[in-house]
């Protein structure tokens, strides 16, 4: 199966511009995340969609972060103005809903967008 | 919420040796640990996780153990390679709930030739 896809995968941008990252989720994942890599640390969670309504996204800086997924497939991020704080990597991830006796089913991750803020 | 702790940050072995990575986590509640490996550039990659109900899963070179009461679990590699070269991040979190996974800080493997 195609796995979850990324783009870009590298951007640069001044600070204070705006950036737009997209992904497309395995086929059939209702569950869609975007993490934030900071070099040397681990993903943290902006936000989990699930179809295309929010399930969490109580770790968005809102006031210049924001996310969509209108039809429950692909989603975008968007920040707007981007500080020099927010270079990192961009990690989308999809799975599947539980179900079927299954307690947790695995995340896939995509390619990552990697983001530089000048 | 949960709070994960990993450690090393950094771990050099021999090609051919053993090497461990331990993890805590700060929430009870937890019960789903799973172990991703991220190559330099690529995609973190799930290796092998553990639920709460076992205290030892293994595969093939790969072994997650899981100590409840004290609340850590360990990922050990045996007969390293070259290839096993990454960063490994271990994630904690607590199924059927809201909550997400939390991740380590991650563990720069380094298998030297």
């Known amino acids: 199966e195609a796995g979850v896809a990324q783009s870009p995968r590298y951007k640069i941008i001044e600070k204070r511009q705006s950036v737009a990252f997209w992904c497309n989720p395995i086929?059939?994942?209702?569950?869609l995340y975007w993490y934030q890599q900071i070099l040397g640390q681990g993903p943290k969670l902006l936000i989990q969609?699930?179809?295309?309504?929010?399930?969490?996204d109580s770790q968005l800086p809102k006031d210049r972060f924001s996310a969509e997924r209108l039809k429950g497939v692909d989603s975008t991020l968007k920040i707007q103005p981007a500080k020099l704080e927010d270079s990192a990597v961009y990690l989308c991830?999809?799975?599947?809903?539980?179900?079927?006796?299954?307690?947790?089913?695995?995340?896939?991750f995509g390619p990552g967008t990697r983001l530089t803020v000048l | 919420g949960e709070n994960v702790e990993q450690h090393p940050s950094t771990l050099s072995v021999q090609e051919g040796d053993s090497a461990v990575i331990k993890c805590t986590y700060s929430d009870s509640a937890s019960n789903y640990f799973p172990w991703y490996k991220q190559e330099l550039g690529k995609r973190p990659q799930l290796i092998i996780d553990i639920r709460s109900n076992v205290g030892e899963k293994k595969d093939q070179r790969i072994a997650v153990t899981l100590n409840k009461t004290a609340k850590h679990f360990s990922l050990h590699i045996t007969e390293t390679q070259p290839e096993d070269s990454a960063v490994y991040f271990c994630?904690?979190?607590?199924?059927?709930?809201?909550?997400?996974?939390?991740f380590g800080s991650g563990t720069q493997l380094t298998v030297l030739p």
């Open positions: 994630a904690a979190t607590l199924t059927g709930s809201a909550r997400q996974l939390t």
């Open positions: 991830a999809s799975k599947k809903l539980e179900g079927g006796g299954q307690p947790y089913n695995e995340q896939f």
């Open positions: 086929s059939g994942h209702a569950t």
């Open positions: 969609f699930q179809n295309n309504g929010v399930v969490d």
